[in-house]
């Protein structure tokens, strides 16, 4: 069974340019997360769906990034317009859902690093 | 202030001895999990002990939980240097719906 896929695995970009991360799930994942990994700080929470719907977006820095996932399965992350302090990882996670409250493992991806000059 | 730190930040032994590694969180939970992330890579989970549990093992991992002091601690007996990795705790926290606190992290190296 395929693991949480990522594209792409590394972007480079200017400031002021949009970048588009997708995020694929493992199949039958009905949350999915995303993650951000500034340089030198901690794995921050980003947003958080349940099939198609946003069930908490409390991370999100701003709204210069928007979340998507439409169809409910693969997810799109656009930051429009990046700025430097975009640059970092960014991870999504996926996992079953009805598995009941305190019982739910997080399967990651191996992220995209997005590197913004 | 982001719950969930983990103390030593970086730590280097010796294949075979043991490394411990600690997390202490603020808020009340429904589990903590950790994570191991190698160079480049993306984030591997370990093992996850629930709330109402006090310790856990899976293979050369042993996880304790103390919820009166709200902290953990990763045990890794016989290191090996396939173990030389960053390992993070993360918490879900009481009423949220999945959402994981990431502590900083601490990088173990494991000499050959």
């Known amino acids: 069974e395929a693991g949480v896929t990522q594209f792409p695995s590394h972007s480079v970009i200017e400031k002021g340019q949009t970048v588009t991360l997708r995020c694929d799930p493992i199949s039958g994942h009905d949350n999915l997360y995303w993650y951000r990994r500034v340089m030198g700080k901690e794995i921050k929470f980003l947003l958080h769906f349940v099939k198609e719907s946003k069930q908490d977006e409390s991370g999100m820095p701003n709204n210069r990034f928007l979340a998507e996932r439409t169809g409910g399965t693969y997810s799109t992350l656009k930051v429009q317009p990046a700025e430097l302090e975009d640059s970092g990882v960014y991870f999504c996670a996926s996992s079953p859902l009805g598995s009941g409250r305190g019982h739910n493992e997080q399967f990651f991806g191996p992220g995209t690093r997005l590197t913004v000059l | 202030s982001q719950q969930g730190e983990e103390d030593p930040q970086a730590l280097s032994i010796q294949e075979g001895e043991n490394a411990t590694m600690n997390c202490s969180y603020k808020?009340?939970?429904?589990?903590l999990q950790w994570y191991r992330q190698n160079s480049g890579r993306g984030l591997v989970h370990l093992i996850l002990i629930r709330s109402n549990e006090r310790e856990k093992h899976s293979g050369r991992l042993r996880v304790t939980l103390d919820t009166s002091k709200k902290s953990s601690s990763l045990l890794i007996t016989a290191s090996r240097a396939a173990d030389t990795a960053s390992y993070f705790c993360?918490?879900?926290?009481?009423?949220?719906?999945?959402?994981?606190?990431f502590g900083q992290g601490t990088t173990l190296q494991v000499k050959p």
């Open positions: 808020t009340s939970i429904n589990n």
């Open positions: 993360a918490t879900d926290r009481s009423g949220n719906t999945g959402k994981l606190i």
